[in-house]
């Protein structure tokens, strides 16, 4: 912990960003919802939505949690929401017939204007907190920047899922200064949050191009998701051949490593 972060703590009280209670940055009710790991099911598969998984619905307390860590500078968050994308990242590994290969989170990189108003890279840093939770549980993992943003995209907010495509087409391309994916790498696809999967599609397709040329696989790995109303679901995703993940198996997810009390 930095200096000024340390002085915040002895001057400001500590309250729970889901909830409010007093104490730690997420309490324990707050820190379960976010060990629930799910195939992420947008309301429309899009085509070539990867085999995605979140470690919490985006819904109820986990809104505000992700959205101070995001928004409103809780840095202090990103230690437990890491463990949940570490989570999330183990649990989409599971689907693998053969999960030899080392994997390799790849962040979805920010827009400028995001990255310029905010300061910081929030994936980044969850990436980050992940890679460590996945190598203290034996897990072969390390950070693998391949994408980099490309051109001017608009804010997408408030846009339909189309919209966002057509605005998100040619937006990542896989960045020339960065190293290939070793063959055999598990590719996977962090970000924090996904509603729409646009983003997703759009990153996962540039990240195809590399798949392929080095047998590659491309799975995502999210905190959390939108859930998607009830009812059957329109369309299904198209996992990559062999991917046989339909749904996590529960119980036994919890925390990857550690004591589930730390924040
Ligand atoms: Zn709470």
């Known amino acids: 912990m930095g200096l000024l972060p340390a002085l915040a703590d002895l001057v400001l009280p500590r309250t729970c960003a889901g909830c409010g209670v007093p ?4 309490c ?3 820190a379960a919802l976010l060990t629930v790991p799910h195939l992420a099911q947008p309301r429309r598969f899009p085509a070539g939505f990867p085999p995605t998984v979140a470690a919490g619905a985006y819904a109820g307390a986990v809104r505000p949690v992700v959205n101070a860590f995001k928004e409103h500078g809780r840095a202090e ?4 929401l890491g463990a949940a994308l570490a989570l999330a990242v183990a649990a989409v590994r599971t689907g693998l017939v053969a999960p030899a290969g080392p994997v390799l989170l790849v962040p979805v990189p920010g827009s400028r204007a995001a990255l310029a108003s905010r300061g910081r890279d929030h994936v980044r840093e969850l990436t980050v907190r992940a890679v460590a939770e996945l190598r203290e ?11 980099r943003r490309r051109g001017r995209v608009h804010d997408s907010a408030g846009l339909t899922a189309v919209q966002r495509r057509a605005n998100l087409a ?8 960065r190293r290939r994916a070793p063959a055999g790498a598990i590719l996977v696809l962090v970000d924090d949050v996904v509603t729409t999967g646009a983003t997703l599609c759009a990153a996962a397709e540039v ?5 392929t040329a080095d047998r590659t696989v491309v799975l995502a790995a999210v905190v959390a998701a939108t859930p ?36």
Not at 140 to 147: G, I, N, T
Not at 170 to 177: E, I, Y
Not at 245 to 261: C, E, I, K, N
């Open 23 to 26: 104490g730690r940055s997420l």
């Open 28 to 30: 324990g009710s707050c």
């Open 170 to 177: 040619g937006t990542f391309v896989l960045d020339p200064r």
């Open 137 to 147: 549980a034996g897990v072969p993992a390390a950070e693998h920047r391949l994408l």
């Open 77 to 80: 968050l990103a230690r437990p």
């Open 228 to 263: 998607r109303p009830s009812g059957p679901s329109r369309t299904e995703p198209t996992g990559p051949a062999g991917y046989r993940l339909r749904t996590v198996p529960v119980g036994h997810h919890d925390r990857l490593s550690g004591p589930g009390t730390r924040d």
């Open 207 to 211: 990240l195809a191009e590399a798949a």
